[in-house]
């Protein structure tokens, strides 16, 4: 299906376990973005990148890890979970900047 | 750097009645602005954008100008229906590609 899907929707993970959250687009866009989302603070960028093996920091990084050795996919990991990480993760991809930006359904997840 | 302010929500308007939500925003340069979407338990899907100043983005009754000498982007639409009620965010890029969005606000329409 055509598209951009993350996987899973939903995870539930202990404090100071890796995890890591998927992101597939099957347009061959060329950027890729993660943004978490929290209550009053609207979507924050976590990180983005312009193409394969081109990755960059967003607004908060830190806790994070990404890679991007295909162009489809764009994984998030975070190294060591903590409970300021649970959060609903989204991740979108565009052409550019001034073309529409798609999203995934995202991704809850709940640091215990 | 680019950036949006929103106007705080939750906004509860009654149905058919007039809905204005107010963006301003900073960028270097012309960038194009967009306001999108998000229905409950959804990902954000775009609502109308615009590409340079005096443009004015429209899609389902909705509609924004883009307005270089106010800085601004106020989403309107004439007459809201129970189905509008969703979180709407103003967004612009920046010269990297990257999208900022504002803090969102939550629409509620009742019958």
């Known amino acids: 299906d055509a598209g951009i899907t993350q996987s899973p929707r939903y995870k539930i993970t202990e404090t100071g376990r890796q995890v890591t959250l998927m992101c597939h687009q099957t347009w061959s866009h060329s950027y890729m973005f993660w943004y978490r989302q929290d209550l009053g603070h609207g979507l924050r960028l976590i990180y983005y990148s312009a193409a394969a093996d081109i990755t960059d920091k967003g607004e908060v990084p830190d806790g994070y890890v990404v890679s991007r050795s295909k162009t489809e996919n764009f994984p998030l990991t975070l190294e060591s979970a903590t409970r300021s990480q649970t959060s609903v993760y989204f991740c979108?991809?565009?052409?550019?900047?001034?073309?529409?930006?798609?999203f995934g359904q995202g991704t809850r997840l709940t640091v215990v | 750097g680019n950036s949006v302010t929103q106007m705080e929500g939750p906004v509860t308007l009654s149905e058919e009645a007039f809905l204005t939500i107010n963006c301003t925003y900073t960028a270097t340069g012309y960038p194009s602005l967009f306001w999108y979407v998000q229905y409950p338990g959804e990902g954000l899907q775009l609502l109308l954008k615009?590409?340079?100043?005096?443009d004015k983005g429209s899609n389902k009754g909705f509609e924004a100008t883009y307005r270089k000498e106010t800085t601004s982007f106020h989403l309107e639409k004439g007459s809201v229906q129970v189905s509008d009620s969703a979180v709407y965010f103003c967004?612009?890029?920046?010269?990297?590609?990257?999208?900022?969005f504002g803090s969102g606000t939550k629409l509620n329409v009742k019958p």
């Open positions: 615009a590409t340079k100043a005096d």
């Open positions: 967004a612009l890029p920046d010269n990297f590609n990257k999208f900022y």
């Open positions: 979108a991809s565009c052409w550019t900047g001034n073309t529409e930006a798609f």
